[in-house]
């Protein structure tokens, strides 16, 4: 009881110790979310801010069934070199009346890492923001707090409901910097995106893995340091995709027209490089598409369902932070666009042979986008996290010959078990 009047004087001192001014940083059919500016403070390497989301209806908290709220004032704090987030108090009203409380020390809370537009890693943006100023630790109280709500155009970056500029064939008109740095994967500086991050070509320094046996999947985190990840990391993919969260995720803007380049068979895939000039817009920023390559079985599975073949369309922008574009393949009706391909397909590890078929990248994707995203990892080693993922909810179709015609290229299975979840959030 003592603590819950602790928190409710923390709470309160919080709440009235300055005018609060409160930032607009999302409002759709769902909520409207604002934030405290006044609110953020730095405290060791730690940023902190109060949020309110005001619901259009009612919602249940499952620890309090039978009262509901539409009110939520919470406590965020954000490790902004991490990227990670933690909630150390919450509070719920209906309507002024307050139904539910809980808050943990800081030190006791789970940071981690949110999922891509979702209210808290908005706010983390907000807060994050290098130019952010910080409240001084006595603000003058102002008369602004009336006008503030009406007035708080300031909009966090990648939260704008301006349409993303598509950039129309060179990157140069894309301005990269824009980009939050939300999710980003920082791979080393030596390594070369398209080949290394994802399955790349074999190089004779890396650890062996496999996909079975004492170097497989299960080992990866034990072969080399610099596997760890596949080991200790917490958002590791593939996912099972089951429960899902509604959000209004805007639609793919890609161009994706430019013909693939060359085929080759690195021992754990085989993989399609493309022609540059293939984007994704995304987050304010500009990923270009490397490569695509395949798994059989596939790695992610939708409510608990394998599909024989799965495509990882690997996009990168210039700061290496990865996107992936995930395509589920059915057994059906042979597909034309992999049928040109297949007539490449190298049997053993090879170079990169060129291609003689044209073959853009929509021909391998389904026309309906609709989509799931979540965030994850790299599925081979080093597994490294941050990558954003995009899975089309809708099959294409592949031939029974041509999903064998690929296991007989890759000689085994090379799907990575599904990985926990570990409390993210799928959007769809
Ligand atoms: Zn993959």
């Known amino acids: ?120 890693d908005i706010a983390m943006r907000y807060v994050c923001k290098p130019d952010k100023p910080i409240a001084p630790a006595t603000p003058k109280t102002t008369a602004v707090k009336p006008l503030a709500e009406k007035s708080a155009l300031e909009k966090p970056k990648g939260e704008t409901n301006k349409p993303e500029a598509v950039p129309v064939k060179t990157e140069e008109k894309v301005n990269v910097d824009e980009k939050p740095e939300s999710t980003a994967v920082k791979l080393p500086a030596t390594k070369p995106i398209p080949t290394k991050a994802s399955h790349g070509k074999k190089e ?17 985190g034990k072969l080399s340091p610099e596997f760890a990840t596949c080991d200790v990391g917490r958002n590791q993919s593939p996912i099972n995709i089951e429960e899902t969260m509604h959000a209004t995720l805007k639609p793919l803007k890609a161009i994706q027209k430019f013909a693939a380049k060359d085929i080759f068979n690195n021992g754990h895939t085989v993989q399609i490089n493309f022609k540059e000039g293939n984007m994704l817009a995304l987050d304010n920023a500009a990923f270009q598409m490397k490569q695509v390559h395949f798994h059989s079985p596939s790695e992610n599975t939708i409510r608990g369902k394998s599909f024989p073949l799965e495509a990882h369309f690997v996009h990168a922008d210039a700061k290496g932070n990865l996107t992936v574009i995930g395509v589920m393949y059915t057994e059906g009706k042979a597909n034309t666009a992999l049928a040109k391909l297949w007539e490449q397909l190298p049997n053993e590890i090879s170079e990169p042979i060129e291609l003689k078929n044209r073959v853009i990248p929509s021909d391998l994707i389904p026309e309906n986008r609709s989509y799931y995203r979540f965030s994850g990892s790299l599925t081979t080693p080093p597994c490294s996290e941050g990558v954003r993922w995009l899975l089309m909810k809708n099959p294409l179709t592949v031939s029974k010959e041509q999903i064998e015609a690929f296991k007989h290229a890759v000689h085994h299975n090379n799907n990575r078990p599904v990985q926990a979840l570990n409390g993210r959030v799928i959007v769809e």
Not at 210 to 220: A, D, I, N, Q
Request: net charge neutral; with cysteine; hydrophobic share 40%.
């Open 204 to 220: 004779e320094h890396k650890p062996h893995w496999t996909y079975e046996g004492k170097e497989g999947p299960e080992s990866w």
């Open 1 to 120: 009881m003592k603590k819950v009047i602790a928190v409710f004087l923390y709470f309160f001192l919080i709440g009235n110790s300055h005018a609060a001014v409160w930032v607009k940083l999302l409002d759709n059919n769902n909520a409207k979310i604002t934030l405290d500016k006044q609110s953020i403070l730095q405290k060791d390497n730690l940023k902190r801010a109060w949020v309110k989301v005001e619901y259009k209806t009612p919602q249940k908290n499952p620890e309090t069934v039978d009262k509901q709220y539409n009110i939520a004032k919470l406590l965020w704090f954000f490790d902004c070199a991490a990227q990670k987030s933690a909630t150390s108090q919450v509070f719920q009203y209906l309507n002024s009346e307050l139904v539910y409380s809980v808050g943990i020390d800081v030190k006791n809370a789970e940071f981690i890492e949110p999922v891509p537009e979702t209210d808290v």
